[in-house]
T-cell receptor
Framework: EAQVTQNPRYLITVTGKKLTVTCSQN?????MSWYRQDPGLGLRQIYY???????DKGDVPEGYKVSRKEKRNFPLILESPSPNQTSLYFC???????????????FGPGTRLLVL | AQRVTQPEKLLSVFKGAPVELKCNYS??????LFWYVQYSRQRLQLLLR??SRESIKGFTADLNKGETSFHLKKPFAQEEDSAMYYC????????FGSGTRLLVRP
């Protein structure tokens, strides 16, 4: 089954304790992205990657890191989490659209993070 | 600046009533617009994209470049349509609005 998976689905941690949220897709997609979803703000893009070893900042990258060593995986790293990073996080993937084409994104199930 | 505005945080209708979820955008160039739906505690799913001009689950959306809108419509709402709806702008980089929660009452 074609899908995007995230782990863990729920995480409670304390300020300053490094954590990693994994994201994996089995559709051979070039493009992967991380979003955070907050009430009243919709989804905001954190980082994205257009291929292996190619990553770039989205709209709210502060406090986050990513890596893209393999095509299928795109982990999100919080080196020193803070309470304002408490949120619902979604990973998404898609093919890289050719000029003039539209490529819908496939979303993971979400990771709910609470930073105390 | 590229921006999406969904002016209604909550839209409540009765089952069988028509529904229109509003979406306005600001974009220089030819926009690519989508509608995504998020049912309770589930992942976002693609509902529609403007280039396909298809109808999914009875929903349709027409891109109006003059009014810079991409409103989502359904003639007869069903209870199972209750969900959060987003109309992001873009292609591989999606710009989201704040979304509209649709509540269909029995």
């Amino acid at each position: 089954e074609a899908q995007v998976t995230q782990n863990p689905r729920y995480l409670i941690t304390v300020t300053g304790k490094k954590l990693t949220v994994t994201c994996s897709q089995n559709m051979n997609h070039e493009y992967m992205s991380w979003y955070r979803q907050d009430p009243g703000l919709g989804l905001r893009q954190i980082y994205y990657s257009m291929n292996v070893e190619v990553t770039d900042k989205g709209d709210v990258p502060e406090g986050y890191k990513v890596s893209r060593k393999e095509k299928r995986n795109f982990p999100l790293i919080l080196e020193s989490p803070s309470p304002n990073q408490t949120s619902l996080y979604f990973c998404a993937s898609s093919v890289l659209p050719l000029t003039g084409e539209v490529a819908p994104q496939y979303f993971g199930p979400g990771t709910r993070l609470l930073v105390l | 600046a590229q921006r999406v505005t969904q002016p209604e945080k909550l839209l409540s209708v009765f089952k069988g009533a028509p529904v229109e979820l509003k979406c306005n955008y600001s974009y220089s160039g030819s926009p690519e617009l989508f509608w995504y739906v998020q049912y309770s505690r589930q992942r976002l799913q693609l509902l529609l994209r403007h280039i396909s001009r298809e109808s999914i689950k009875g929903f349709t959306a027409d891109l109006n470049k003059g009014e810079t809108s991409f409103h989502l419509k359904k003639p007869f709402a069903q209870e199972e349509d209750s969900a959060m709806y987003y109309c992001p702008l873009g292609s591989y980089k999606l710009i989201f609005g704040s979304g509209t929660r649709l509540l269909v009452r029995p």
